[in-house]
């Protein structure tokens, strides 16, 4: 499973990139993932190089504003790679928005709405399975100051189909 990760790491941190510098030059931002092991009823980060599936693996976006001057309206993006699923509760700060596309962001839990089989329809919440970037709203970084966002996600057991939502043309 170790190309998995890798190429989630890979897709990640291009992604989480991306965000960083279309907010600012300034801001630097960093991935990293590590997987979370339970030890003695406590959770424990690990290395990452390696996943199976229903290991969790904990995603942290640093950024970093190397600026002399406040940076205003900086969002923090954080992906959740496909062939993962978000682990609710996980986002910290819990302000996060979600979204299916990593384009369209809605506060959480996402909702959609569904035709039923006699023509009326029903709202629902959308799968944590479908959701595929995480992001806050930090505000004003200070010159020189930091914040740190994080999330974790399982990852699918082999086979498992990816929702059509998450996959781009």
């Known amino acids: 499973m170790k190309p998995l990760l890798n190429l989630c790491l890979a897709l990640a941190s291009l992604a989480l990139g991306q965000a960083a510098l279309a907010q600012a030059t300034a801001v630097t931002s960093t991935l990293t993932a590590q997987r979370v092991e339970m030890v003695d009823g406590k959770a424990v980060l690990k290395p990452a190089g390696q996943g199976k599936p229903g290991e969790v693996i904990e995603y942290r976006g640093s950024y970093r504003n190397a600026s002399t001057a406040a940076v205003d309206k900086l969002q923090a993006v954080v992906p959740v790679p496909v062939g993962t ?3 609710a509760g996980s986002a ?4 996060a928005q979600a979204s299916t596309d990593g384009v369209r962001f809605a506060p959480m839990p996402l ?3 569904v035709r039923q089989a006699d023509g009326t329809e029903r709202t629902e919440p959308v799968p944590l399975a479908e959701y595929r970037a995480l992001r806050w709203d930090v505000g ?3 010159a020189g100051a930091s914040t740190l966002v994080r999330l974790r996600a399982r990852i699918d057991p082999a086979g498992t189909p990816v929702a059509a939502s998450s996959v781009k043309p």
């Open 140 to 142: 004003t970084l200070a």
């Open 85 to 87: 699923t978000l682990v």
């Open 92 to 95: 910290q700060p819990a302000a």
């Open 111 to 113: 909702m959609r709405t």
